[in-house]
């Protein structure tokens, strides 16, 4: 019962804190106010949270990996892979080595690889916080695709980075060809345990589904479980479970192309991983904030042992070592952008010269967040001789301060550096969806066309038929002349068709109004209304604004 009190908490916690900065008339990010949650939570009620970290790692990183990779943009992933990869594996490993020398050098307590291990968990970046932060100064489309690349990416390698410091922390030794080796192992085995899983589960599913039909919850239950198969699987063998958690969710999203699940199963689908991925990111942050008197108490004990009397220097020491993330990210993206500049005018191309406002922007979104405090608690309790892991305390602590210090720089600074900055025209995809939604409308008529002959064929009332046939093929020919149309004609084509969704929604809100007053004086039953307002719904998310 005690647990279960403690999940209801933190999942009440968790909705709190989305109408706090709902009701907040400063853009705070969403991670910090459930952070000051948790630590109110902590200030008045002692949950005794005891965190296991695996048990921890395995709950929560899974299917939020596999979100990521299910959702992100494929188009930006490859358009952008260059500068992508380039922050997503060689920011890393550059962060890993400047961080790691500082951390060493800031406390001579710290083995160096301990040092690699936090630099390394530090290294990740979530472009989830990002969003939440630019949510009143909206970050580029394109940098915010380069930022949900980078951190689909950076996810794994930083953490497959921690792995092997903490290898060399508790065995003592460290070889550099053997860890190349065992990277490729760990890395090609979790890829492909990935796409293998999510691939011939979705083959099985389908099989079943066209011989015994479609169930929606399991269907959804599946997709929930594949990252955990996934990433299990992978643990295994000794892989990278969370390289096969991303590949898991990258390859889902090619299966979902192929169309053969049922609509209802989508869109509800689509809701229960909204629901997923907002409940496993706030208890993860409000958690956080639960723990925080243990870990600055943890902390501060190890400061002393280090030589430091006065807990303040905690403080100090995270602010060095977020300006040191900060500093290590911007000279990154300076060289780079220097050498990719180079490159394009070399082949004669003719790109846009980024200022040092958008590359500080760029440096700035790179905000710690979830994965990074997952990481951490995974950090052993132990030695391999039972001794405690050297100043465990301290790293958490350390990761947590920059979690928060770098959630609140940049919910201060984005705003400020993204404010009218002047950017390249963002290509335009109306020509495209246009195009898209002509050649489905298409094939809409010609599937009326056969229906409407193969239902009336033989039939007294064949007429009947034919005239619902031609009504319904009107429509769609409307949007084909109306999406065909450019210049002046397209605008004004757009604005009838803003004009008629205003009042079809108007008309639908008016109909959902009348169901609910009729239930209400039991004109009817629930079972029927019910039905008529999901109709209504799905409707109103038809014709609602993209």
């Not at 690889?113 to 630099?119: G, K, P």
């Not at 099985?204 to 079943?208: I, K, L, S």
């Not at 210090?405 to 609140?408: E, G, M």
């Given at each position: 019962?005690?647990?279960?009190?403690?999940?209801?908490v933190l999942l009440l916690?968790?909705?709190?804190?989305?109408?706090?900065?709902r009701l907040?008339?400063?853009?705070?990010?969403?991670?910090?106010?459930?952070?000051g949650?948790g630590a109110?939570?902590?200030?008045?009620?002692?949950?005794?949270?005891?965190l296991q970290?695996?048990i921890?790692?395995?709950l929560?990183l899974?299917?939020?990996?596999?979100?990521?990779?299910?959702r992100i943009?494929?188009?930006?992933?490859?358009?952008?892979?260059?500068?992508?990869?380039?922050?997503?594996?060689?920011l890393?490993?550059?962060?890993?080595?400047?961080?790691?020398f500082?951390?060493n050098?800031?406390f001579p307590?710290?083995?160096l690889?301990?040092?690699?291990?936090?630099?390394a968990?530090l290294?990740?970046?979530?472009?989830i916080?990002?969003?939440?932060i630019?949510a009143?100064v909206?970050v580029p489309?394109?940098?915010?695709?380069?930022?949900?690349?980078?951190?689909?990416?950076?996810?794994?390698?930083?953490?497959?980075c921690?792995?092997?410091?903490v290898?060399?922390?508790?065995?003592g030794?460290?070889?550099?060809?053997?860890?190349?080796?065992?990277?490729?192992?760990?890395?090609?085995?979790?890829?492909?345990?990935g796409?293998?899983v999510?691939?011939?589960?979705?083959r099985?599913?389908?099989?079943?589904t066209?011989?015994l039909?479609?169930?929606?919850?399991?269907?959804?239950?599946i997709?929930?479980?594949?990252?955990f198969?996934?990433?299990l699987?992978?643990?295994?063998l000794?892989c990278?479970?969370i390289?096969?958690?991303?590949?898991?969710?990258?390859?889902?999203?090619y299966?979902?192309?192929?169309?053969q699940i049922?609509?209802?199963t989508r869109?509800?689908?689509?809701?229960?991983w909204?629901t997923?991925?907002f409940a496993?990111?706030?208890?993860?942050?409000?958690?956080?904030?639960?723990?925080?008197?243990?870990?600055i108490?943890g902390?501060?004990?190890a400061?002393?042992?280090?030589?430091h009397h006065d807990?303040v220097?905690?403080?100090a020491?995270?602010?060095?070592?977020?300006?040191?993330?900060?500093?290590?990210?911007?000279?990154w993206?300076?060289?780079s952008?220097r050498?990719t500049?180079?490159r394009a005018?070399?082949?004669?191309?003719?790109?846009?010269?980024?200022?040092?406002?958008?590359v500080?922007?760029?440096?700035?979104?790179?905000?710690?967040g979830?994965i990074?405090?997952?990481?951490?608690?995974?950090?052993?309790?132990t030695?391999?001789?039972?001794?405690a892991?050297?100043v465990?305390?301290?790293a958490?602590?350390?990761?947590?301060?920059?979690?928060i210090?770098?959630?609140?720089a940049?919910?201060?600074?984005?705003?400020?550096?993204?404010?009218?900055?002047?950017?390249?025209p963002?290509?335009s995809?109306?020509e495209e969806?246009d195009?898209?939604?002509?050649?489905a409308?298409e094939?809409?008529?010609?599937?009326l066309?056969k229906?409407?002959?193969?239902?009336?064929?033989g039939r007294?009332?064949?007429?009947?038929y034919?005239?619902?046939?031609?009504r319904?093929?009107?429509?769609?020919?409307?949007?084909?002349d109306?999406?065909?149309?450019?210049?002046?004609?397209?605008?004004?084509?757009?604005?009838?068709?803003?004009?008629?969704?205003?009042?079809?929604?108007?008309?639908?809100?008016?109909e959902?109004?009348?169901i609910?007053?009729?239930?209400r004086?039991?004109?009817t039953?629930?079972?029927?209304?019910?039905?008529?307002?999901?109709?209504?719904?799905?409707?109103e998310?038809?014709?609602?604004?993209?």
């Open positions: 019962m005690e647990m279960i009190a403690i999940i209801l916690a968790v909705v709190v804190s989305g109408m706090l900065t907040s008339p400063a853009p705070l990010p969403l991670p910090l106010v459930q952070i949650l109110l939570i902590a200030s008045v009620a002692d949950l005794s949270v005891q970290p695996d921890f790692f395995l929560f899974p299917p939020l990996l596999f979100l990521d990779g299910w943009p494929k188009e930006g992933l490859f358009r952008d892979k260059g500068t992508i990869l380039e922050l997503a594996l060689g890393v490993i550059f962060t890993v080595l400047g961080v790691g500082l951390l050098w800031l307590a710290m083995p690889a301990v040092a690699f291990a936090l630099a968990i290294s990740p970046t979530d472009p916080a990002v969003s939440a630019a009143r909206p489309k394109r940098l915010m695709h380069i930022l949900e690349g980078e951190s689909l990416l950076n996810d794994a390698s930083g953490l497959v921690m792995r092997f410091a290898v060399a922390a508790l065995t030794s460290f070889s550099l060809v053997g860890a190349f080796g065992t990277f490729l192992w760990v890395a090609i085995g979790g890829i492909t345990i796409v293998a999510t691939w011939s589960t979705t099985a599913v389908g099989w079943v066209r011989r039909g479609e169930e929606t919850g399991s269907q959804i239950l997709s929930l479980l594949i990252p198969g996934a990433y699987l992978a643990e295994h000794h990278s479970g390289l096969a958690a991303v590949a898991a969710g990258i390859t889902m999203s299966a979902d192309q192929s169309g049922l609509a209802i869109v509800r689908g689509h809701a229960v909204d997923v991925q496993a990111n706030g208890i993860i942050f409000v958690l956080l904030g639960e723990q925080l008197p243990l870990i108490a902390a501060a004990k400061v002393r042992e280090t030589g807990p220097w905690l403080i020491y995270v602010a060095v070592i977020t300006f040191a993330l900060a500093a290590l990210r911007f000279t993206v300076w060289v952008l050498f500049l180079a005018a070399r082949r004669g191309e003719k790109r846009y010269v980024p200022g040092l406002r958008l500080a922007a760029t440096s700035l979104a790179g905000v710690r979830a990074t405090l997952a990481g951490v608690l995974t950090l052993p309790l030695m391999n001789d039972g001794s892991f050297p465990r305390d301290l958490i602590f350390l990761a947590a301060g920059v979690i210090l770098s959630l609140v940049a919910s201060i600074g984005l705003p400020f550096l993204l404010k009218n900055l002047e950017l390249p963002e290509p995809q109306q969806e195009r898209v939604r002509n050649a409308a094939a809409a008529i010609k599937a066309e229906m409407q002959h193969k239902m009336g064929s007294n009332d064949a007429d009947l034919v005239e619902v046939g031609a319904l093929m009107e429509l769609y020919r409307e949007r084909i109306g999406r065909s149309k450019t210049g002046a004609e397209a605008d004004l084509a757009r604005k009838a068709d803003a004009i008629e969704r205003e009042l079809r929604l108007a008309g639908l809100r008016a959902r109004d009348e609910y007053r009729v239930a004086v039991r004109g039953s629930d079972e029927i209304a019910r039905k008529l307002v999901r109709e209504i719904d799905l409707l998310a038809r014709f609602g604004p993209a």
